[in-house]
């Protein structure tokens, strides 16, 4: 099933105005702190990464901006097309009968958003299978939901992120995603990293320049 979408105009890189797709998933204030953030980013060498991608409409956004721009950079897009599956102490159980599997979406759907674009690379699995990665990354958008995910993505995005990069995160004190901020204040305690709220359940992770 595809979720429903919503059209955000925002202003691109010369000031004019860009229809950014917004799903079901990122209401339209969500939506405009991610781009936001990643246009903010591309000035810096590196490429870009959803980890938690669900049904690749975030990323098939990005990777189109990249391309209707001209920009030289790939969207990495990490997703095991699952759902919530690896729960811990620090997530909250009363939501774990309700919503494991929960965004677990096939690949079709994905391979429709995706249809049209050309510069992304797909990393089909759990973070686990990926954490030799070593790309340069300027961005990288994080939706985990849960506790382990979360420190997995933010383990990759910490060896990977360049001087000045962003990383948006979400759900950081969200109610019914407690793993999420344990995860992030575990990772901040020993990386030289600045939290800034963004939205009421976002942050963005930047690292000094």
Request: aromatic share 12%.
């Amino acid at each position: 099933m595809v979720l429903p979408f919503s059209i955000c105009r925002i202003e691109d890189i010369n000031g004019q105005m860009y229809e950014w797709i917004a799903s079901g998933y990122q209401n339209d204030l969500r939506s405009c702190v991610i781009y936001d953030a990643f246009k903010a980013s591309l000035s810096l060498p590196g490429d870009v990464a959803e980890f938690g991608a669900a049904q690749c409409e975030t990323s098939a956004e990005l990777a189109r901006y990249l391309e209707t721009f001209h920009i030289k950079k790939r969207v990495h897009i990490f997703e095991s097309f699952e759902g919530l599956l690896d729960w811990s102490e620090q997530d909250n159980s009363a939501y774990r009968s309700l919503c494991s599997g929960l965004y677990a979406t096939c690949r079709e759907v994905a391979d429709w958003f995706l249809a049209e674009r050309s510069q992304y690379v797909l990393h089909k699995g759990r973070f686990t299978q990926f954490m030799d990665f070593d790309t340069p990354l300027c961005f990288a958008h994080v939706d985990a939901d849960l506790y382990q995910p979360t420190r997995e993505a933010l383990s990759i995005v910490k060896q990977c992120l360049v001087s000045g990069g962003l990383v948006i995160l979400d759900d950081y004190g969200a109610d019914c995603w407690p793993g999420v901020k344990a995860a992030a204040d575990e990772l901040i305690a020993d990386w030289e990293v600045l939290l800034e709220p963004a939205g009421s359940a976002q942050r963005v992770m930047r690292k000094p320049v």
